[in-house]
């Protein structure tokens, strides 16, 4: 079953995407950086499977290694630091963000997500390089087929295609107005960071509403926030602010809309069911 857990496609592409930034776009990030954030999440997240258990009725351990592994792999491509505690710091607070707010046994902050935003807040020695990635086509084509694999898999393409449509004509109606080149709007545009966020942090379907409206209501209200934020305040970031600032509304809308939440082996089990 290892094979059809949509969790194992991702963690060999978002490790393939580390692998390949570090080789080929010269990342500073020290390696033992990298290895302080994977052992960080995996040892917070086992500690946290451990208390859990108690609370079940067989104390059955259950260790949720791949989701911890997804939010390591996503802080290493995002966040940057020089610091070992500050990586551990986001790494720590990101698996955590998962127990600690969750409402109705769901969590509703993408622990990527919360873990940025926490160093970013907390610390004077984070940021997120928009520009790490470049601007090279193949990176570009790489991350839609890729990313496009997994979407399919379980069901959230449309989060990602409607982020980047509404996105996208609010930054080219701006450029428009401003009477800016078709340049400006492709550098906008084409950037790895805001890929990777498009295409697996925005559609964390464990943190998300649950019902397809509810997302589609949601996906929208964060494009024109993301846009909004970068155009009073400026910054490279605002798409992953206005992630963090608008998680609380997947609470309503869960409470607006019921629907069947999701669950990984579920979809695992559909795909086997498929092809067997």
Not at 114 to 131: K, R, V
Request: contains cysteine.
């Amino acid at each position: 079953m290892f094979s059809l857990d949509p969790r194992n496609y991702q963690i060999v592409f978002l490790g393939t995407f580390l692998f390949l930034g570090i080789a080929t776009r010269d990342w500073t990030m020290k390696p033992t950086l990298i290895i302080v954030i994977i052992a960080v999440c995996l040892l917070t997240q086992a500690s946290l499977d451990f208390v859990e258990s108690f609370g079940r009725q067989n104390h059955r351990l259950a260790f949720s290694w791949r989701s911890a592994l997804i939010t390591a792999l996503g802080l290493c491509l995002l966040l940057r630091a020089n610091s070992y505690s500050t990586v551990a710091l986001a790494s720590s607070l990101a698996i955590g963000s998962k127990l600690i707010f969750q409402v109705n046994n769901k969590h509703f902050f993408n622990p990527a997500n919360f873990g940025i935003i926490a160093a970013l807040t907390l610390t004077q020695d984070a940021w997120i390089s928009p520009g790490q990635w470049g601007t090279d086509w193949w990176y570009l084509l790489l991350f839609l087929g890729t990313g496009g694999m997994i979407l399919q898999r379980v069901r959230r393409w449309e989060i990602s295609a409607i982020f980047l449509l509404v996105y996208t004509e609010l930054e080219a109606l701006q450029n428009y107005w401003l009477g800016w080149n078709f340049d400006v709007l492709q550098h906008q545009l084409i950037n790895g960071s805001l890929l990777l966020f498009t295409l697996f942090m925005l559609t964390d379907p464990r943190s998300i509403p649950n019902a397809k409206i509810s997302r589609l209501i949601w996906v929208v209200a964060i494009a024109f926030f993301a846009f909004a934020i970068e155009n009073i305040f400026y910054t490279s970031t605002a798409v992953f602010w206005a992630l963090f600032l608008l998680s609380p509304l997947t609470i309503f809308l869960d409470n607006w809309r019921n629907a069947t939440r999701f669950n990984w082996l579920d979809k695992s089990l559909k795909v086997f069911n498929k092809y067997n």
